[in-house]
């Protein structure tokens, strides 16, 4: 008999980041101090910073569905949207406050998942996409037409967002909404990393790999589907909301499928199934895309463009499967130093 | 449960695609403990059966009635949940996934464990440990930690049956459990198959003649979707009838 099945263990190939050696927890260190760095030396930047937490965070519900749960969807930015709408308008009708128009754009974008979820999840594959981009569409094209709504080509004006717990104002600097955006970032990050870990995320790889193994041992693979893609969705529309809170405008763009493709290749980027892909996809993204913006406004879309063939056709994984070979083979250099 | 009853009764069992009748009022019992093969020639309707008794068909007609409860028109993932549990003709397995979580995640899902995201580490233990368990006394658990994609085809045959028993099944449809697995590795299956426990209705779908005769105490002959006899297998060896339409026009 081997030794106490380890819990943490080899189950998900795409689990590794933090798991397995002793010091496997300090890894997380260095994600989340690089972005608490961010907040002291950023200065200008740092309203970038804050639109980089975002994008992180809408990534993140995007590997929920389609990297663990294999939901090929190409409509998260339906969510995104309609939670920023909806953070937006309920500031502008019914109250300022952050956290209560967090909170709802959170639930509406849930509300929205379920009801769509529910509709669609019985396809799979290439129908399933495509019914994923004809419900984005729809809203996109409903978020344009419903005019005295959403402000239509113009965008959601007059968003006033009261201070944070009522003590700290929403700065023109954007030093209080980055550091919102990143406590918001850490608990959706935490409750994801639970999941995935957990025997219901377990099922939803399980799902991904062979519905039909899963269904033979009784799961009821819809319903984990429409759960998952719930989640996914409230996690998207609690991005849009900070992102309508923090920028305190919404645009049409927001509904835009190019939102949900920009995520994709973040994700791409960044390594699909790993929780930390989206992070340093995402935030790498942001940065070369602002970084080649200002080389050149007119060309920066090749330097991502080639950036995306290059990672897909040499790194397995994307830049988390560099950062694996970068540790392994530090860890190689430095000998004995970690058995010492 | 009630020791008399049959754990699984089919009353005519019927099913169509258009003009093709794949299955044409089948009855067959399954007392608790039963051993039954059945055999027919290719096209005899033995998978369309199958799907119907799982539930990947809908029958046009007829019950099937598992524990005394009618599961007629249940879906395939409420029968498992009820007892009736398969393996697949053709390996569906987590390739990605270690032998060890494979067999947890129905540990999991028969514990109706696997909604859980909050506080669930000592439940999933617990699914780790009878996994571990289920995987030694099929004689793999040294691969536990292994992908299921690294195996060879015999062992990821064991791990469907370990998978099926884990999931405690009343009645369990084993659809044709060495196929692809090579002579060589053959006698594992064997050995596996013969320790199922004694309690369990099995149905045994088989191309093997020698496995089923070796395997099943009563067998039942499919051709064209009827049940054309069922016997013993010395009475099915023996009957012209069988002779003639399975085993050969040249033993004839």
């Keep these: 008999m081997t030794a106490r099945p380890d819990i943490s263990g080899p189950a ?129 094209a409903f978020g344009e037409q419903a005019g005295d709504l959403t402000g239509g080509d113009n965008g959601l004006q007059g968003i006033h967002i009261s201070p944070l717990f009522g003590l700290f104002p929403f700065d023109l600097w954007g030093s209080t909404a980055y550091l919102y955006a990143l406590g918001v970032l850490f608990l959706w990050f935490i409750a994801a990393w639970r999941i995935v870990r957990s025997p219901f995320g377990r099922s939803l790889d399980g799902i991904r790999q062979s519905p039909r193994r899963m269904r033979a041992i009784g799961t009821p693979v819809w319903w984990r589907l429409v ?52 992070f340093v996809g995402a935030a790498f993204y942001v940065v070369v895309q602002n970084l080649a913006a200002e080389f050149d406004p007119f060309r920066w879309m090749f330097v991502i463009g080639g950036l995306l063939v290059v990672i897909v056709m040499f790194l397995d994984g994307g830049l988390m499967g560099l950062a694996d070979w970068l540790r392994g083979a530090a860890l190689r250099i430095l000998p004995g130093a970690a058995r010492k | 449960m009630n020791g008399d009853s049959p754990a699984l009764s089919v009353r005519g069992l019927s099913k169509s695609f258009g003009a093709l009748a794949v299955a044409q009022a089948i009855d067959l019992d399954l007392e608790p403990g039963a051993r039954v093969g059945l055999i027919g020639p290719n096209g005899a309707g033995k998978t369309s059966f199958v799907n119907l008794l799982t539930g990947m068909l809908r029958a046009d007609a007829g019950s099937i009635v598992l524990d005394g409860g009618d599961i007629t028109g249940l879906k395939p993932e409420a029968r498992v949940r009820r007892g009736l549990v398969r393996t697949h003709q053709i390996n569906t397995l987590l390739m990605e996934t270690s032998l060890r979580d494979n067999v947890a995640i129905a540990v999991a899902e028969r514990e109706n464990f696997a909604w859980r995201f909050l506080r669930f580490t000592p439940q999933w233990r617990r699914c780790l440990a009878e996994a571990e368990a289920q995987l030694a006394s099929l004689g793999i658990d040294e691969l536990a930690d292994r992908k299921v994609a690294e195996l060879p085809y015999g062992q990821q045959r064991l791990l469907e049956i370990a998978i099926a028993l884990v999931l405690k099944p009343r009645v369990l449809l084993l659809d044709e459990p060495a196929a692809g697995v090579p002579a060589a590795e053959a006698h594992a299956i064997h050995a596996a198959l013969d320790k199922l426990p004694a309690d369990i209705a099995i149905l045994m779908i088989e191309h093997d003649m020698d496995l089923v005769f070796r395997f099943a105490r009563r067998i039942a002959v499919l051709v064209q979707g009827r049940v054309l006899t069922t016997g013993t297998p010395r009475e099915i060896a023996a009957d012209p009838q069988v002779r003639a339409v399975y085993l050969g026009r040249s033993a004839a």
């Design chain 1, 12 to 140: 998900l190939a795409s689990l590794r980041f933090g798991g397995g050696s002793r010091f496997g927890w300090a890894w997380h260190i260095l994600p989340w101090g690089v972005a608490l760095a961010t907040y002291f030396l950023a200065g200008a930047y740092l309203t970038l910073g804050t639109a980089a937490l975002e994008m992180i965070l809408f990534t993140l519900s995007i590997d929920l569905a389609l990297g663990y749960a294999g939901i090929i969807t190409f409509g998260q930015a339906a969510f995104f949207g309609v939670g920023a709408y909806a953070a937006g308008l309920l500031s502008i009708h019914l109250t300022p406050d952050p956290i209560l128009g967090l909170l709802f754009g959170t639930a509406i974008g849930a509300l929205l998942g379920l009801v769509t979820g529910a509709l669609i999840l019985h396809t799979e594959g290439v129908t399933l996409m495509m019914l994923t981009l004809a419900i984005a569409s729809m809203i996109g």
């Design chain 1, 227 to 278: 759960a998952i893609y719930t989640l996914a969705a409230a996690m998207a529309g609690s991005a849009g909301a900070l992102k309508a809170q923090t920028n305190q405008f919404v645009g049409l763009d927001s509904l835009d499928l190019l939102v949900s493709g920009t995520a994709l290749v973040m994700l791409i980027l960044g390594g699909t199934r790993r929780l930390y892909g989206a």
